[in-house]
């Protein structure tokens, strides 16, 4: 791991409410300022729409200060059960108190590069002045490859120190053709928390935990400059792991 990056890992039962707890305890820390929030799909999708809303509930996050964006996109039309903006528009945000949050999501439509483009441009323009943007929380999950956001293992997406948002169109996990956030947006965060739940994680989280790789999985190269990075984790994901975790409890 990166020196100076402050790491917890955090082992509970379920992670949705400490995740969603997570997010509001960040949100509530951001008082009267704009709450810059970046999501993730697959997984996160249920648990964020189940435990987000209650935990908003309970406490002072107001989404009508958040700006949320979404650290990838498959590019299918926002219908499609595979769109991570369709899935929160539809199931997420009529849950959260009015008024919602501000929303950047990538427009449909576009070819690979023209929507990478666009929503690219999108950021640029929610966050003046910022050669790259820095949101105040990342929410990311893993893929039992090792994937995050839509950046695969081995692919050529990894080694990008220019743009903000690239275009895949080789995905090897389908849909093929997304967009996603490049590295230096993940890096540039206040604080990004890694969630994974599930046995089928156990040995990609111990790679990238306690592995000192040469040629490091996606998910192992997201160590914030500045920012904290926190994992939380069930504890069949965690059950690999040999380093020191934080049992039922989150920082
Ligand atoms: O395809 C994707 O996969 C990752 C991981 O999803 P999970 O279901 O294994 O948690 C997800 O974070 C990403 O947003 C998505 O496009």
Redesign the pocket.
Known sequence: MAPGVARSVSVLPEPGPALARFVAQRAAAAGGGRFALGL?????VELLTRHLPPAIAAGPAAPARWLLAF??E?LVPPEHPES?AGAYQARLLPRLPGPGPRVLAPSPGLAPAAAAADYAAKLRQAFPGEDVPVFDLLV????PDG????LFPGHPLLQEKETIVAAITDSP?PPPE?ITFTLPVLNAARAVVFVASGEGKAAVVKRILEGDEENPLPAARVQPHSGQLCWILDEAAAKELTIPVEKHSIP
């Open positions: 993730s799909g697959g997984s996160l650290c990838d498959r991570t990311l999950g893993v893929g994937h995050t956001c839509s996990k997304r």
